[in-house]
């Protein structure tokens, strides 16, 4: 069975990093691209960032790009997400999601609160 | 960027009656256009991609329709597992972007 699990939110101050993790099993996760959605408390979902199956190719959405880089290690099934110099605005619950080919976002991880607050 | 508006934003209704839900697109987008529904603290799950293709396992009183810059997803008799908030997103042009989203509630 598909699955992928986020980890590393938290709280954090204003300016500070993180670093999240998705860790996938159940399907061969070095074919497939992958993505990061965030959403803010009782907001709607939001496009973070993507990487092309192997890593060579990603893309941001501007109110990220420069501050948090997004990458993955095929040999240990996993995605990550640098966040750096967060601001209050970056409060959200960041979901990992998987594409399929022509079908995009078909499966997401739970989910991983990250709070930016002093 | 292109913006997506979906109305109504809450959509009052009773189990088996019919749900129609509205996607706008400021640009067309072609069929590149996906539906989820997501449960509140659950993630979302896809519905509809290609704007009429249901995704595996979700069941056939799902549909959705449309092309360019308006589409449609219907349910056509609404069970209780259906009330949930509703998101389309357009996937045919950079940055993918997301519906503000739909709230089926029960009447």
């Known amino acids: 069975e598909v699955q992928l699990v986020e980890s590393g939110g938290g709280l954090v101050q204003p300016g500070g990093s993180l670093r999240l993790s998705c860790a996938a099993s159940?399907?061969?996760?070095?074919?497939?691209?992958m993505h990061w959605v965030r959403q803010a408390p009782g907001k709607g979902l939001v496009w973070v960032s993507r990487?092309?199956?192997?890593?060579?190719?990603?893309s941001y959405a501007d109110s990220v790009k420069g501050r948090f880089t997004i990458s993955r290690d095929n040999a240990k099934n996993t995605l990550y997400l640098q966040m750096n110099s967060l601001r209050a605005e970056d409060t959200a619950v960041y979901y990992c999601?998987?594409?399929?080919?022509?079908?995009?976002?078909?499966?997401w991880g739970q989910g991983t609160l990250v709070t930016v607050s002093s | 960027e292109i913006v997506l508006t979906q109305s109504p934003g809450t959509l009052s209704l009773s189990p088996g009656e019919r749900a129609t839900l509205s996607c706008r697109a400021s640009?067309?987008?072609?069929?590149?256009l996906a539906w989820y529904q997501q449960k509140p603290g659950q993630a979302p799950r896809l519905l509809i991609y290609?704007?009429?293709s249901r995704a595996t396992g979700i069941p056939d009183r799902f549909s959705g329709s449309g092309s360019g810059t308006d589409f449609t997803l219907t349910i056509s008799r609404l069970e209780s597992e259906d009330f949930a908030v509703y998101y389309c997103?357009?996937?045919?042009?950079?940055?993918?972007?997301f519906g503000g989203g739909t709230k089926v509630e029960i009447k």
């Open positions: 999601a998987r594409d399929s080919p022509g079908v995009p976002r078909d499966w």
């Open positions: 159940g399907f061969t996760f070095s074919s497939y691209w």
């Open positions: 290609g704007a009429s």
């Open positions: 997103q357009q996937y045919g042009s950079s940055p993918v972007t």
């Open positions: 990487i092309n199956s192997d890593g060579s190719s990603t």
């Open positions: 640009q067309s987008v072609s069929s590149y």
